[in-house]
């Protein structure tokens, strides 16, 4: 399931789910746009997983989670806990991050 965080509530998303894929990203990342529909194919091939992109600018408390210092950054939380993160604009980098966590 794909969705774009609306409010700072990534904590809140990450506690009630035991798997949790985000794409950390800003509206003037080339990268980001680029990947955006990577990671929304990944998530409509993971349907039972939330994948969210969060604007990295606008939610600052939930870039924190993962901190983030380079965007595009992807980060896999399981269990609320941090597992992995990169920061990538490669399909196959952002696959081996996912096949970690599901």
Do not use: H, Y
């Amino acid at each position: 399931m794909f969705l774009e965080l609306e409010k700072d509530n990534l904590a809140e998303v990450i506690a009630s789910n035991e798997v949790v894929l985000v794409q950390f990203s800003a509206s003037w990342c080339g990268n980001c746009r680029i990947m955006k529909p990577k990671f929304k194919k990944m998530a409509s091939e993971n349907e039972n997983v939330p994948f969210l992109m969060v604007d990295a600018e606008q939610f600052t408390e939930s870039r924190k989670l993962a901190n983030v210092d380079n965007l595009p950054t992807f980060a896999a939380f399981k269990n609320g806990v941090l597992v992995n993160q990169t920061q990538t604009n490669k399909a196959e980098v952002l696959a081996e991050l996912v096949a970690e966590v599901i």
